[in-house]
């Protein structure tokens, strides 16, 4: 594929990346924050969906509409939260539970299989007729990159309040939580609330994006969820330390795995892009620290410390090529991680296909 066809390929990429993006951040709370591994967002990302063309489709507003495919989203969540907390059902087994259940409430919810609608006769907020060519307004990538940020700084602000860091101690080591006296069941159903929720608002925007829902659409979420998760943190976990530049990664991830995956995007042009990234950015914070460590010194000894400038430049030059290729070496392990993620998704593709060609 040529570098052409890779910046036209760009702007959808970033569009689905971003939806998807929200839906990556639900898994990210349940699977590093709360240490779930929850496999209700297959189900969750098409109700939230179902929820949101209908509603729509009955004449309600855009926003009433992803309101209610949010709280369709959590009220899933909950019935996985009770399954787990209160009836002692395993968080893997309790998410299946809830996910095959969510199949028929799907199709109640619509009525059929899929439904469809027109961007032509209803005021959606996102299309994919508003990626190229369209006012700030309507456009798919600024809508959503600006919802993404206000969603970032929301969890930022709610993970640091008491209830949140409650929320992530009982993920970290919940008998110590139990022990200084966390509800840590009410807090296990209160993140799968809050990551479900978040599924199901981007289940919303892809519904509007794509102008339909189906049945199937969530089939593989998690998959992708746990790759952009895992890409995100393979690439940007490094540099990233704060909390909330961490979910910025989650949704990179997601558009880069978008990239790759949906548009076909060579692979030599992604690992330039991965190789590229981290040496610019170890150059970078290596030309800073040297800069600062010799200004510093500069004007407080100017003569007597020259020599032992020069002498220690060398060594930290070369301490941090040795840290630095240690890191590289952990960023190829994850990368590594990330592909067999992208091999056992195909290979799950394949199963599906061939069980549904088998019973048809």
Same mark, same amino acid.
């Given at each position: 594929?040529?570098?052409?066809?890779?910046?036209?390929?760009?702007?959808?990429?970033?569009?689905?990346?971003?939806?998807?993006?929200?839906?990556?951040?639900?898994?990210?709370?349940?699977?590093?924050?709360?240490?779930?591994?929850?496999?209700?967002?297959?189900?969750t990302?098409?109700?939230?969906?179902?929820?949101?063309?209908?509603?729509?489709?009955s004449?309600?507003?855009?926003w009433?509409?992803?309101?209610?495919?949010?709280?369709?989203?959590?009220?899933?969540?909950?019935?996985?939260?009770i399954?787990?907390?209160?009836?002692?059902?395993?968080?893997?087994?309790?998410?299946?539970?809830?996910?095959?259940?969510?199949?028929?409430?799907?199709?109640?919810?619509?009525?059929?299989?899929?439904?469809?609608?027109n961007?032509?006769?209803?005021?959606?907020?996102?299309?994919?007729?508003?990626?190229?060519?369209?006012?700030?307004?309507?456009n798919?990538?600024?809508i959503?990159?600006?919802?993404?940020?206000?969603?970032i700084?929301?969890?930022?602000?709610?993970?640091?309040?008491?209830?949140?860091?409650?929320?992530?101690?009982?993920?970290?080591?919940?008998?110590?939580?139990?022990?200084?006296?966390?509800?840590?069941?009410?807090?296990?159903?209160?993140?799968?609330?809050?990551?479900?929720?978040?599924?199901?608002?981007?289940?919303?925007?892809?519904?509007?994006?794509?102008?339909?829902?189906?049945?199937?659409?969530?089939?593989?979420?998690?998959?992708?969820?746990?790759?952009?998760?895992?890409?995100?943190?393979?690439?940007?976990?490094?540099?990233?330390?704060?909390?909330?530049?961490?979910?910025?990664?989650?949704?990179?991830?997601?558009i880069?795995?978008?990239?790759?995956?949906?548009?076909?995007?060579?692979?030599?042009?992604?690992?330039?892009?991965?190789?590229?990234?981290?040496?610019?950015l170890?150059?970078?914070? /290596?030309?800073? =620290?040297?800069?600062?460590?010799? *200004?510093?010194? @500069?004007? $407080?000894?100017?003569?007597? #410390?020259?020599?032992? !400038?020069?002498?220690?430049?060398?060594?930290?030059?070369?301490?941090?090529?040795q840290?630095?290729l240690?890191?590289f070496?952990?960023?190829? /392990?994850?990368l =590594?991680?990330?592909?067999?993620? *992208?091999?056992? @998704?195909? $290979?799950n593709?394949?199963? #599906?296909?061939?069980? !549904?060609?088998?019973?048809?």
């Amino acid at each position: 594929m040529q570098i052409l066809t890779l910046i036209t390929a760009l702007p959808g990429a970033v569009a689905q990346g971003l939806i998807w993006g929200i839906m990556a951040i639900g898994v990210y709370i349940t699977f590093r924050i709360l240490d779930i591994a929850d496999l209700t967002v297959d189900g969750t990302m098409c109700t939230g969906g179902a929820v949101c063309i209908m509603m729509m489709l009955s004449g309600h507003n855009v926003w009433i509409s992803m309101l209610a495919a949010t709280l369709a989203g959590m009220l899933a969540g909950l019935a996985t939260g009770i399954f787990h907390t209160f009836m002692g059902i395993p968080a893997i087994l309790a998410g299946i539970l809830t996910q095959l259940s969510l199949y028929s409430v799907n199709l109640k919810i619509m009525g059929k299989a899929n439904q469809a609608i027109n961007v032509d006769k209803y005021n959606l907020l996102v299309s994919l007729r508003h990626i190229k060519n369209a006012s700030l307004s309507k456009n798919t990538i600024f809508i959503v990159a600006v919802m993404c940020i206000l969603l970032i700084a929301i969890l930022y602000w709610f993970f640091g309040t008491e209830l949140g860091c409650s929320l992530r101690a009982t993920g970290c080591n919940p008998n110590m939580s139990r022990a200084q006296g966390i509800n840590t069941n009410m807090n296990k159903v209160l993140g799968l609330m809050i990551s479900n929720g978040l599924v199901g608002l981007s289940s919303a925007l892809l519904t509007q994006y794509q102008g339909f829902a189906d049945v199937n659409m969530g089939r593989g979420s998690i998959v992708i969820g746990l790759a952009a998760v895992i890409i995100g943190e393979a690439i940007f976990g490094r540099i990233f330390r704060n909390f909330a530049l961490r979910l910025l990664a989650v949704i990179f991830g997601s558009i880069l795995y978008y990239l790759v995956h949906i548009y076909q995007v060579s692979y030599d042009y992604i690992l330039l892009l991965l190789i590229l990234l981290p040496l610019a950015l170890m150059v970078l914070h /290596i030309n800073c =620290q040297l800069f600062y460590f010799e *200004l510093h010194y @500069f004007f $407080l000894h100017y003569k007597t #410390m020259l020599i032992f !400038l020069l002498q220690y430049q060398v060594f930290l030059v070369l301490f941090y090529i040795q840290e630095y290729l240690a890191e590289f070496l952990n960023f190829v /392990i994850l990368l =590594q991680n990330a592909v067999l993620v *992208l091999i056992l @998704f195909h $290979l799950n593709q394949i199963y #599906m296909e061939v069980m !549904l060609h088998v019973y048809t």
